[in-house]
């Protein structure tokens, strides 16, 4: 007898709810997922878990497969690299201890990029704090609103380009775990680590480090994302090809936050399959 499986897609596994940076809640983001024809659909907000619980009620309610996930923050000298990290047991306490840090981190990053900021833009501590839901892991986005807000820029994109890029003295870089590290706790805590946006214009991180995040249990490469770029994704597909890994893609949707939209990249069945039977720290949720 064959058993049919009881998942499918299309499916997007890398989505942002206002427990992060993206504008909508955990609800709404899943009921934008419905909208764009998506049948599975993954949380995965920065450095957090708390959207798990609404998200998963609203996907199932909708007839959709909810896959719980997040996306660790790390960083290679001056490069930060995302890790999505797929079915992680929420408890474990090593990567509670780290996503507390980074948390942590970003709160007093952000207090300084707004005092750095605030000597020259009229925008305080507040505007940033009335712009963030409680207890959301606070980033740059949620400053760029606050800019956006006050009418110093017109949205994201250009605070982005401006105001909040690295190269410009009110940057603050956030704490985060170097990449092997980030790749270790994943694993460590039942989880499938994939490597958001890898070929970004940052570039293919170089073979000693992909090497090494792939010893460490790095599973694969979230190749169809529109941030990538063409060399680095062929450069890849040489390394998927040679050692069996698992290919993602996604939209990286932010709500309002970026163009991004819902299904604008998708994960194939099979390549969903590998992920649901690698992650063993918590289980899809099936409507
Ligand atoms: P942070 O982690 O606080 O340094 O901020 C990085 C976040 O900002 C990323 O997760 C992106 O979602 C977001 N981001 C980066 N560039 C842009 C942009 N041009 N427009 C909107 N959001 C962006
Ligand atoms: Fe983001
Ligand atoms: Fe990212
Ligand atoms: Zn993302």
Same mark, same amino acid.
Not at 79 to 107: N, W
Not at 172 to 194: K, Q
């Given at each position: 007898?064959?058993?049919?499986?009881?998942?499918?897609?299309?499916?997007?596994?890398?989505?942002?709810?206002? #427990?992060?940076?993206? $504008?909508?809640?955990?609800?709404?983001? !899943?009921? #934008?997922?419905?909208?764009?024809?998506?049948?599975?659909?993954?949380?995965?907000?920065?450095?957090?878990?708390?959207?798990?619980?609404?998200?998963?009620?609203?996907?199932?309610?909708?007839?959709?497969?909810?896959?719980?996930?997040?996306?660790?923050?790390? *960083?290679?000298?001056?490069?930060?690299?995302?890790? &999505?990290?797929?079915?992680?047991?929420?408890?474990?306490?090593?990567?509670?201890?780290?996503?507390?840090?980074?948390? @942590?981190?970003? &709160?007093?990053?952000?207090?300084?990029?707004?005092?750095?900021?605030? *000597?020259?833009?009229?925008?305080?501590?507040?505007?940033?704090?009335?712009?963030?839901?409680?207890?959301? $892991?606070?980033?740059?986005?949620?400053?760029?609103?606050?800019?956006?807000?006050?009418?110093?820029?017109?949205?994201?994109?250009?605070?982005?380009?401006?105001? %909040? @890029?690295?190269? +410009?003295?009110?940057?603050?870089?956030?704490?985060?775990?170097?990449?092997?590290? =980030?790749?270790?706790?994943?694993?460590?805590?039942?989880?499938? /680590?994939?490597?958001?946006?890898?070929?970004?214009? /940052?570039?293919?991180?170089?073979?000693?480090?992909?090497?090494?995040?792939?010893?460490?249990?790095?599973?694969?490469?979230?190749?169809?994302?529109?941030? +990538? &770029?063409?060399?680095?994704?062929?450069? %890849?597909?040489?390394?998927?090809? $040679? *050692?069996?890994?698992?290919?993602?893609?996604?939209?990286?949707?932010?709500?309002?936050?970026?163009? +991004?939209?819902?299904?604008? +990249?998708?994960?194939?069945?099979? !390549? &969903?399959?590998?992920?649901?039977?690698?992650?063993?720290?918590?289980? =899809?949720?099936?409507?």
């Amino acid at each position: 007898m064959q058993t049919r499986p009881r998942f499918h897609g299309p499916s997007d596994l890398h989505l942002h709810s206002s #427990a992060s940076d993206g $504008t909508e809640p955990p609800a709404l983001v !899943m009921a #934008a997922a419905h909208r764009h024809g998506l049948r599975t659909a993954a949380l995965t907000d920065h450095d957090t878990t708390s959207g798990w619980a609404e998200a998963a009620d609203a996907a199932t309610s909708l007839g959709m497969t909810f896959v719980p996930g997040m996306e660790l923050s790390s *960083r290679h000298r001056w490069r930060s690299i995302h890790l &999505l990290a797929y079915l992680v047991d929420p408890d474990d306490a090593a990567l509670r201890a780290m996503t507390d840090r980074i948390r @942590s981190s970003r &709160l007093d990053r952000a207090r300084e990029m707004a005092d750095r900021i605030g *000597r020259d833009y009229d925008v305080a501590w507040e505007d940033i704090v009335a712009q963030t839901s409680d207890g959301a $892991t606070v980033g740059r986005p949620h400053i760029a609103d606050a800019l956006v807000a006050r009418g110093v820029v017109r949205d994201r994109a250009e605070a982005f380009a401006g105001i %909040l @890029s690295p190269a +410009n003295d009110y940057y603050v870089a956030l704490y985060a775990p170097d990449p092997v590290t =980030a790749v270790e706790l994943i694993v460590g805590a039942g989880g499938v /680590a994939i490597m958001a946006h890898p070929a970004g214009r /940052a570039g293919v991180p170089g073979d000693g480090l992909l090497d090494a995040m792939l010893d460490a249990g790095l599973a694969g490469f979230e190749l169809a994302h529109r941030e +990538n &770029l063409p060399e680095g994704v062929r450069a %890849l597909k040489r390394i998927v090809r $040679t *050692r069996d890994l698992i290919v993602t893609g996604s939209s990286d949707y932010h709500g309002l936050g970026k163009p +991004n939209l819902p299904g604008e +990249n998708t994960t194939s069945d099979a !390549m &969903l399959a590998r992920i649901l039977a690698g992650g063993t720290g918590s289980s =899809a949720v099936f409507a």
